[in-house]
């Protein structure tokens, strides 16, 4: 089977097969013999039957029993729609390979609503669907112009209803409600936090007990109208199975948190109980029967698959499936002796410093705390376990979490952020790296346990935080890359040029599957933990970067980040993080384009408060100087979505009066680069009140996106960087990756799944090594390290690296320089836009900031969506507004424009040696 996805994220070709199964179902006639007029189809034949099934005959019931629904007490309204969508599902996957049912999320239909996919409205007055796959005409005929694609079959002339059916035969009809009658976030919130089994089937299929009355599953075949809206001809509408397996998605949610074996056996209505049988899958039992007929149509023999009873269903996955809002990750933290050599930049002037440990650990909880803010908002819920490792020299992998060491994250739970820091307060590092040994453990311990790794094909997660070099224990190359072919891996280098090995993290990421996201991380500074794990997270929930930066504020000043969003965001995903780790230190505030503050603390910085009818649904939480928010459209009005938010971030702020402006090329200084001015390493050998923020360092800029931030006359206060992390989940994606081969280069890509964009530019900023740091140490003899550098308990390095360069730097402050410079940014005959690197010979890691920003179209596609051949790119034309060649398409001077801008980040490691040089120049040297 597979994985069930969220219709909306679909891309053309899986939404295609989709369409192609049901059509192809649609025209396959179970009596191809039989008069024309008494013919029916195989769909046709699953609208009677889940008729059939609400009027039905059982032994030893004296009333009729429907079987699939009827509200309170009605238990197997969710197993039997189980059991029919996985019926459903196989026989769609006999005329497409593959193809899995995809789920509605009701707080916001209108993508699906498409003449390429599920089909538009009705018309007007007739509530006929009259264009797409399921017109009441097949495409290419006058009333419905679509293009006729070549699977279509010559028999199938219209999506019709047979005359069996009476006055439901016929044209598809629809007539949709408004949007703002949808289903809140808010009511799935509070039917997946019901504490029973009764209360949560009521309330998903009938709204009881829930605080805005909304009868969700009964409602929805109302707001939907036509077909939808008939007892009898639900399911011959398409969406009929989406509807239910969004609501089968909510129930594995819910079984999920801790309700796995729940199911009533007694006190609901006849049929309905634990091990009660589901008709029509009776396994031949006698007895069982229907009151309805529709002309010829007559029930299947299911008798072959045996009796199916409502228990039987309760393990979805043991059915095949599953579905992409449940997510597993697997978290291995490196706890040997190195980790207790000093972070060289914790990111706080005035603090003192910490170890590699207590960063990372923080880092943990930190992702942790955003776990749990994701649970909270029913978005998605995150299966994880956290071990730590290390050689002492035997291998030594413990386990975080006591008992089972995996398990869903929420606050309270067992797993949980509270759990963790707790149990990790006791641990300390010592030891050796088995780097090989402890990838392969975390891989077997904590990723492929979980539901017994069913579906096979499910992608699953897998973050490694080490500080450098694998010491002990097998060699990489024991694991064959590939090995882990379903788990995405994750790899952080944390620590300096000179101590981490990243060939190793790069072996390691080769061990899974390869995604178009950055994988490896690099860095020495606290704030690359929190990206590392920020972004591990966002992935495998489904979220991509849209804005990434770093700001150091001065005592009393505040800043606005402006983050501009479209129609293509469905949700977005912020994290925060004051560098102090003081809740009280900070001030963050929320506005929406329409200027209303949807989030808020604090006092001092007010905003409107008009409404529009529906407001984006918030879930945020804070801890520890760290802000998470999880910001769902939830049907909220184009006003109150789509433009610019505005981020507001105060530190140590008694007055919101002095404001930060900074200036493109600051947010986009690449966080893993370090300090972008002053000090690189020496500050370790400075008392934290000594210490020279870097916005007080001054410097000659070195291109024009090297500009200074403004001052504010706060500059003698103490200072504290803040890291801020935007994901959206979004139909607008774009990627950067980064290529080593005869040169460097970076690379980004968009992946539109609805819309097209134009008038693209963009900016790219380069922060390199300016000296082999490593060789730098190389050179030392042993008399010539510093004592205080020397790591006691640690058998993977005799010293700390940060230590060492902090001494050398202080003899030479040149080694803290840094390669910093603007790339030129490219596109060929309509290609991504990409910058190459000149002069790459130093080793170390190579980070690129970039910034991006056009013009989106929801309306019209184009030929970027579409896969190209052969790696050839679209047709294009020239924009008047920019340079660079934007795909030909539908879209005019009234489409409906909205701009997005994007700042992406990505590093990656040169090893000694540089680019490999082209063979022509290898031999003429």
């Not at 590939?482 to 952080?492: D, K, L, Q, R, Y």
């Not at 870097?694 to 206060?717: F, M, Y």
């Not at 190459?836 to 019209?860: I, K, M, N, S, T």
Request: hydrophobic share 40%.
């Amino acid at each position: 089977m597979g994985i069930r996805k969220n219709a909306k994220f679909l891309t053309t070709v899986e939404q295609e097969a989709f369409v192609r199964a049901c059509v192809l179902m649609k025209a396959d006639i179970v009596n191809p013999a039989a008069p024309a007029a008494d013919r029916y189809s195989r769909w046709d034949e699953l609208v009677a039957l889940h008729r059939m099934i609400q009027n039905a005959n059982a032994p030893g019931v004296a009333s009729p029993v429907n079987f699939g629904h009827g509200g309170t007490g009605a238990f197997s309204f969710l197993s039997w729609h189980r059991y029919f969508l996985y019926r459903i599902e196989l026989a769609l996957q006999s005329y497409v390979p593959g193809v899995m049912i995809p789920y509605w999320d009701w707080t916001d239909p209108a993508p699906l609503m498409t003449g390429t996919f599920l089909g538009p409205d009705g018309a007007a007055g007739t509530q006929i669907v009259t264009t797409g796959y399921f017109a009441a005409t097949a495409p290419g005929t006058p009333t419905n112009p679509m293009a006729v694609p070549s699977w279509w079959p010559a028999s199938l002339t219209g999506w019709q209803l047979p005359a069996a059916f009476g006055g439901l035969a016929g044209s598809l009809t629809r007539a949709l409600d408004p949007v703002a009658s949808l289903p809140s976030v808010t009511d799935l919130q509070e039917t997946l936090a019901k504490a029973a089994y009764p209360a949560f089937q009521a309330a998903i299929e009938a709204g009881t007990g829930l605080t805005s009355g909304h009868q969700m599953h009964n409602a929805l075949h109302g707001w939907v109208g036509g077909h939808m809206g008939s007892l009898t001809g639900s399911p011959f509408d398409p969406l009929f199975y989406l509807h239910h397996c969004n609501i089968d998605r909510l129930w594995a949610m819910w079984q999920l948190d801790g309700h796995a074996t729940e199911y009533p056996t007694s006190g609901g209505k006849p049929q309905h109980h634990r091990t009660d049988v589901m008709y029509p899958w009776t396994g031949g039992a006698a007895g069982y029967s229907s009151n309805l007929t529709f002309g010829t149509i007559a029930m299947p023999d299911f008798s072959a698959l045996g009796a199916q009873h409502n228990v039987d269903t309760l393990d979805h996955r043991a059915l095949g499936y599953s579905y992409d809002t449940m997510a597993v990750i697997g978290i291995g933290l490196d706890r040997t002796g190195s980790m207790l050599g000093m972070t060289p930049d914790p990111m706080t002037v005035s603090a003192p410093d910490v170890t590699k440990w207590e960063a990372a650990r923080r880092g943990v909880s930190a992702f942790l705390h955003d776990c749990e803010v994701v649970y909270a908002s029913g978005a998605t819920y995150v299966v994880t376990g956290i071990e730590t490792f290390r050689s002492l020299p035997a291998n030594d992998f413990t386990a975080v979490f006591p008992g089972t060491p995996y398990g869903l994250v929420k606050s309270g739970g067992a797993y949980s952020r509270a759990v963790f820091d707790s149990v990790a307060a006791g641990m300390s590092p010592a030891g050796g790296t088995p780097l090989a040994d402890a990838l392969a453990d975390v891989e077997a311990r904590l990723v492929a346990p979980p539901f017994g790794w069913v579906p096979a094909d499910e992608p699953r997660f897998l973050a490694m935080l080490t500080d450098g070099l694998l010491t002990s224990g097998a060699p990489l190359s024991s694991i064959a890359d590939g090995a882990f072919a379903n788990t995405a891996i994750f790899a952080m280098g944390f620590g300096t040029g000179a101590d981490v090995d990243y060939g190793t993290l790069a072996a390691m990421v080769a061990k899974g599957r390869t995604l178009t996201t950055p994988q490896v991380f690099h860095g020495e500074n606290a704030g690359t933990i929190d990206k590392f794990y920020s972004n591990a997270l966002a992935r495998a929930i489904g979220f991509t970067t849209i804005f990434d930066p770093v700001l150091e504020l001065f005592e009393g000043e505040h800043v606005h980040l402006d983050l501009e969003v479209t129609s293509a965001e469905e949700a977005l995903f912020l994290t925060v993080q004051g560098m102090d780790f003081d809740d009280a230190s900070w001030r963050y505030h929320l506005i929406a384009p329409d200027g209303v503050a949807d989030y808020g603390d604090g006092d001092g910085h007010t905003h409107r408060t008009a409404h529009a009818s529906r407001r984006p649904h918030v879930t945020a939480r804070r801890a520890d100087g760290r802000l998470a928010v999880m910001l769902q459209r939830d049907s909220a009005d184009a006003s109150a979505w789509v433009g610019t938010w505005r981020l507001m971030i105060a530190y140590r702020a008694r007055e919101i009066d002095a404001m930060v402006m900074p200036d493109l090329g600051e947010l986009m200084f690449p966080v893993a680069a370090g300090p972008v001015r002053g000090s690189r390493f020496a500050r370790l050998l400075h008392k934290p009140a000594a210490r020279i923020p870097a916005r007080s360092v001054v410097a000659q800029a070195r291109h024009p996106l090297d500009v200074a931030p403004g001052a504010t006359n706060r500059s003698a206060n103490r200072a504290c960087s803040v890291v801020v992390n935007v994901y959206a989940r979004t139909r607008l994606r774009l990627e950067l990756s980064a290529r080593l081969g005869d040169q460097l280069s970076f690379e980004l890509r968009p992946e539109l799944l609805a819309g097209s964009i134009h008038d693209v530019r963009g900016f790219a900023r380069l922060v390199a090594p300016a000296h082999d740091l490593a060789a730098s140490i190389e050179r030392l003899k042993p008399s010539q390290i510093p004592r205080r550098a020397l790591l006691r308990g640690s058998l993977s390095r005799p010293f700390d690296a940060a230590l060492v360069l902090a001494a050398l730097e202080q003899k030479s402050p040149q080694l803290a320089a840094l390669r910093d410079e603007q790339l030129a940014v490219v596109s060929h005959d309509g290609g991504p836009m990409h910058a190459h690197v000149a002069r790459v010979e130093l080793p170390g890691a190579y980070h690129v900031g970039w910034y991006v920003e056009g013009a989106y179209c929801p309306e019209h596609g184009s030929a970027t969506n579409a896969p190209h051949h052969h790696g050839m790119a679209p047709p294009t034309r020239r924009s008047k507004k920019s340079a660079l060649p934007v795909p030909i398409d539908d879209c005019g001077p009234d489409c409906r424009w909205e701009r997005f801008a994007r700042i992406l980040g990505t590093s990656i490691a040169v090893p000694r040696g540089g680019a490999k040089k082209p063979a022509r120049q290898r031999k003429r040297r």
